[in-house]
């Protein structure tokens, strides 16, 4: 089963732009993680919230956590045609022995 | 170089055969997975390992089996009995600290997989 269900399933943007994605979840978690996709190539870590903070930054992202919602949105600043590519949220759950749990994805396309 | 490396990249297997895909990590991980990718959808999560010699089923295990013999190596195998095995398969390790949070996952670069 899908712990995590991002929004939206696809999303596109010209160059310059702020790109927003959401991600909801279902059960109590230690921490959340955002990743990238390229087509077609395996998935890279791009930031990891814990279940105590409620935002945090790395370069152009920005992710906040809201534990009483069970939602969490990661916000790409001023992209980039570079940033074309699928997001996914995963979630380790709170006694879930280390398992990572993967949403849906949100295709992102960054236009010229 | 530290990573991890899935071979082969591209698979074609025919009906009724059992395949076995290659993972392997030097990054000195504890935890292994194996995740299944469809067109256009999430990573479904297949077998994971948290310690040599031990591992438990994920969501949709029917089908697969794996093992865990030595730390560094977590095969796959996709039996006849899997009734739709063409996906992207791929293969993850993170260091295994249950509550800690330290679950940061680094991914193999993937095997297609495809029935022919």
């Known amino acids: 089963s899908q712990q995590g269900e991002e929004d939206p399933q696809a999303l596109s943007i010209q160059e310059g732009e702020n790109a927003t994605m959401n991600c909801s979840y279902k059960t109590s978690i230690n921490n959340l993680q955002w990743y990238r996709q390229n087509s077609g190539r395996g998935l890279v870590h791009l930031i990891l919230i814990r279940s105590n903070e409620r935002e945090k930054h790395s370069g152009r992202l920005r992710v906040t956590l809201d534990t009483s919602k069970k939602s969490s949105s990661l916000l790409i600043t001023a992209s980039r045609a570079a940033d074309t590519a699928s997001y996914f949220c995963a979630t380790d759950a709170a006694g879930g022995g280390n398992k990572l749990t993967f949403g849906t994805g949100t295709q992102l396309k960054v236009e010229l | 170089d530290g990573g991890i490396t899935q071979s082969p990249k591209y698979l074609f297997r025919k009906e009724g055969q059992n395949v076995t895909l290659s993972c392997e990590q030097n990054l000195n991980h504890d935890a292994m997975y194996w995740y299944r990718q469809d067109p256009g959808q999430g990573l479904r999560l297949i077998y994971y390992s948290q310690i040599v010699n031990d591992f438990q089923k994920g969501d949709i295990a029917e089908g697969y089996s794996v093992s865990r013999e030595k730390k560094e190596s977590f095969p796959l195998t996709v039996t006849s009995a899997q009734k739709n095995p063409t996906a992207f398969y791929l293969c993850?390790?993170?260091?295994?600290?249950?509550?800690?949070?330290?679950?940061?996952?680094?991914f193999g670069q993937g095997t297609r997989l495809t029935v022919v």
């Open positions: 993850a390790s993170s260091p295994s600290r249950t509550g800690v949070g330290n679950t940061e996952a680094f």
